[in-house]
């Protein structure tokens, strides 16, 4: 049965589709190729419902929180998220109906501060951001906060949505692993090394490299994670910090929400080459339903995009009226092209076909960007990119580890490496200003 959602996105499609049929004819047919909503009385589809009743599925990463302070300053009343979110302007795509709709049941709120903080107000803010997120689940019945995948799994059996913390962007420690082991103490379970820019002592994959990947503090940073039991987080970091943070590492590592660079050459994805050690390491890539890193053709549009506002701004210096319309003309002439869930599907594709299915997971970024692909368009949908992935032949016991059975093998494998390095050292004292 559709729910009012499910109806809702079928108007659209529908309407989206007759216009497309009077335009473009070529892409009305690739579109049909994908169906624009799930069938959810399909035998796929209602294999992937078991299966998710079955195996918590596991989200690497979700941006409430930070919604509530861009929204309202962290006014917690002021969005109501046992509410329909979809009626903010803009929509939200999150809310505790969805998460349930969408059968979650392990979700990693992402507690994130952007590197325009720095120094103290970073880890002012990032304090901040901790406090709105706990206060958050604390506030819903259907959330439980947990830290453990011994807990993740007691709550899931329970009938809660298990809450866990990652913290997204190393600045916010400000080169300090007292603040780190104090942010575990919160309930931190990751750190993402580095956000959109790179700092102190790692690069980021969308900044001019300062280290050639992680400086001798980094690597102590890693060191210092495993033995707390804080996986390490690689999305957002330049392939020279994944390589480094492989190196270092004694535990498996995460790309919380990554996709496959041999799909999207997007900066923001897995190079082949660290794909191919995640094997050994027992790590997972978190596949992300970002349309510009799942998507090339769109990714090559954005490029395009950006390079002819760079050409009107250089012919038009100081008439922005003139640089706008010569933008809408191009729109118009190039229309932005559409993300789907068989793209988010290609990527697992290719993880499972290069690596194998153990080291795949999901973070799907949800409320962290303004657009989705077609059939992945809130938290609701998970249940559709399972049944895709059951309608491409995946085993029922590769699909239980892409769900969350290989999330919660690193978490345990995680806690069992803390509580072996607990045992043979203490907390590191080491300084950003050490000698290297």
Same mark, same amino acid.
């Given at each position: 049965m559709f729910n009012c959602v499910n109806l809702r996105f079928l108007v659209m499609r529908t309407k989206e589709a007759i216009v497309m049929l009077k @335009?473009?004819?070529?892409?009305?047919? =690739? @579109? @049909?190729?994908?169906? &624009?909503?799930a069938d959810e009385n399909s035998p796929e589809y209602q294999r992937a419902l078991e299966l998710?009743?079955?195996?918590?599925? !596991?989200?690497? #990463?979700?941006?409430?929180?930070?919604?509530?302070?861009?929204?309202?300053?962290?006014? *917690?009343?002021? *969005?109501?998220?046992?509410?329909?979110?979809?009626?903010?302007?803009?929509?939200?795509?999150?809310?505790?109906?969805?998460?349930?709709?969408?059968r979650v049941g392990g979700q990693f709120w992402s507690i994130f501060v952007p590197p325009r903080y720095s120094g103290d107000e970073a880890v002012r803010v990032q304090l901040e951001q901790f406090d709105i997120a706990r206060r958050l689940i604390e506030a819903h019945d259907e959330l439980k906060f947990v830290t453990t995948a011994d807990e993740l799994e007691a709550a899931f059996s329970d009938g809660y949505i298990a809450s866990l913390l990652g913290m997204e962007g190393g600045h916010v420690l400000n080169n300090s692993l007292a603040v780190l082991r104090m942010f575990h103490e919160l309930g931190a379970r990751y750190l993402t090394l580095t #956000?959109?820019? $790179?700092?102190?002592?790692?690069?980021?994959?969308?900044? &001019? %490299?300062?280290?050639?990947?992680?400086?001798?503090?980094?690597?102590?940073?890693?060191?210092?994670?495993?033995? @707390? $039991?804080?996986?390490?987080? =690689? +999305?957002?970091? +330049?392939p020279g910090v994944m390589r480094d943070a492989l190196d270092v590492t004694e535990a498996p590592i995460i790309f919380s929400h990554s996709s496959a660079m041999g799909v999207t %050459? #997007?900066?923001?994805?897995?190079?082949?080459?660290?794909?191919?050690?995640?094997?050994?390491?027992?790590?997972?890539?978190?596949?992300?339903?970002?349309? +510009?890193?799942?998507?090339e053709t769109l990714r090559q549009w954005g490029a395009n995009r950006a390079a002819e506002r760079g050409?009107?701004? +250089?012919?038009?210096?100081?008439?922005?009226?003139?640089?706008e319309a010569g933008m809408d003309q191009w729109l118009q002439a190039n229309p932005e092209p559409v993300a789907t869930l068989s793209d988010v599907a290609d990527h697992v594709d290719y993880i499972r076909d290069r690596i194998g299915s153990d080291y795949i997971g999901i973070g799907g970024d949800y409320d962290g960007i303004s657009?989705?692909?077609k059939g992945l368009e809130d938290v609701s949908t998970y249940p559709a990119l399972i049944a895709e992935l059951v309608r491409r032949g995946y085993s029922d016991e590769e699909l239980? $580890? !892409? *769900? $969350?059975?290989n999330a919660l093998r690193v978490m345990r494998q995680a806690e069992a490496t803390a509580e072996r390095l607990q045992a043979e050292r203490p907390p590191s004292d080491v300084r950003i200003t050490d000698p290297e």
């Open positions: @335009l473009i004819p070529v892409a009305i047919f =690739l @579109l @049909l190729a994908v169906p &624009a909503v998710l009743a079955e195996t918590p599925l !596991i989200d690497g #990463h979700n941006d409430v929180p930070w919604q509530y302070r861009a929204r309202v300053d962290n006014r *917690i009343d002021e *969005i109501d998220l046992a509410g329909d979110t979809t009626e903010l302007d803009p929509p939200m795509h999150t809310d505790i109906a969805r998460l349930q709709a969408g #956000h959109w820019q $790179g700092h102190d002592w790692a690069d980021a994959a969308t900044d &001019a %490299p300062r280290h050639d990947g992680l400086n001798e503090f980094g690597k102590e940073v890693v060191r210092e994670m495993n033995r @707390l $039991g804080m996986l390490v987080d =690689l +999305s957002h970091v +330049s %050459p #997007h900066a923001r994805n897995v190079p082949d080459d660290v794909l191919d050690r995640l094997p050994d390491n027992g790590g997972i890539v978190m596949v992300t339903f970002v349309p +510009s890193f799942v998507n050409r009107l701004e +250089s012919l038009h210096p100081g008439e922005p009226d003139k640089v657009t989705l692909p239980a $580890g !892409i *769900i $969350g059975n």
